[in-house]
C-alpha cells in the first residue's frame, strides 16, 4: 500500500471512529471490529515505515558511535577539571562559610548587632552551582514522613493477589482497559 492510500484509510477509519456511540452489545461488537481495522491499519503503517526508519537508525547510530569515539577523552578531560575545580571550590566555599559563622558568633557575643558577609571568591570565567544532598541517614531517627512508598511492590501485590492482598492503610482497585485481537 502506498502513503497516501494509507492516510485515506486512517482518515476513514479515525471518521468511523468519531462517530461511533457504545450502549448496546452490538455497537460493542461494532467497536470490537473498528478496532479490529485499526490494529490492521497500525500495522501496515509501521511495516510501510520499517527499512526507511531502519536504515535511518543505523546511519543515525554510526554517526553517534564516531562521535563518542571523538568526544570520549574530551568528555574524561572536562569531568576531571571540572572535579578538580569542584573540591576546590567547595573547600573554599566552606572555609568562607566558616568565617561567616565565626564572626557572626563574636558579634553576638559582643552583643554587636551587624551584617556579617564574607567576601566570595571568583574566578573570571567560572560559575558554580550549589547542591545540596544527603550524606548521611540515621534509620533510628528519621521521621516516618520521610520514608518512601514502594508503589511498584504495591502493584505488583496487586496484581498477584487480586484484591485478596490486605495491606493496613492500602486499598487496592481495578480498572479494564479495551484491548483487542486480530
Same mark, same amino acid.
Do not use: C
Given at each position: 500500500?502506498?502513503? #497516501?492510500?494509507?492516510?485515506? +484509510? %486512517?482518515? %476513514?477509519?479515525?471518521? +468511523? ?10 455497537? %460493542? $461488537? ?15 503503517? #509501521? ?13 543515525? #547510530? ?7 569515539? &571523538?568526544?570520549?577523552?574530551?568528555? +574524561? ?16 566555599? #566552606?572555609?568562607? &562559610? $566558616? ?26 570565567? +567560572?560559575?558554580?552551582? $550549589? ?34 492482598? %490486605? ?16
Amino acid at each position: 500500500m502506498q502513503e #497516501k492510500e494509507l492516510v485515506d +484509510q %486512517s482518515k %476513514s477509519i479515525l471518521e +468511523q471512529a468519531k462517530e461511533l456511540v457504545v450502549f448496546s452489545k452490538e455497537d %460493542s $461488537e461494532k467497536a470490537t471490529g473498528i478496532l479490529k481495522l485499526i490494529l490492521g491499519a497500525k500495522k501496515m503503517i #509501521k511495516d510501510y515505515w520499517k527499512d526507511p526508519k531502519e536504515k535511518v537508525n543505523q546511519a543515525h #547510530k554510526a554517526v553517534t558511535a564516531k562521535e563518542n569515539e &571523538m568526544l570520549f577523552p574530551i568528555l +574524561q578531560a572536562e569531568k576531571t577539571t571540572k572535579d578538580q575545580i569542584s573540591r576546590y571550590a567547595t573547600e573554599v566555599r #566552606k572555609k568562607e &562559610m $566558616e568565617a561567616e559563622a565565626k564572626l557572626r558568633e563574636q558579634a553576638k557575643e559582643n552583643d554587636v548587632k551587624v551584617e556579617v558577609k564574607v567576601e566570595r571568591e571568583k574566578v573570571s570565567g +567560572q560559575t558554580t552551582k $550549589e547542591t545540596w544532598y544527603v550524606e548521611h541517614i540515621d534509620r533510628e531517627k528519621l521521621p516516618k514522613e520521610y520514608w518512601v512508598i514502594d508503589m511498584d511492590r504495591l502493584d505488583r501485590i496487586a496484581k498477584s493477589e487480586k484484591g485478596k492482598a %490486605s495491606v493496613p492503610g492500602v486499598k487496592f482497585d481495578f480498572r479494564l482497559r479495551a484491548e483487542t485481537r486480530r
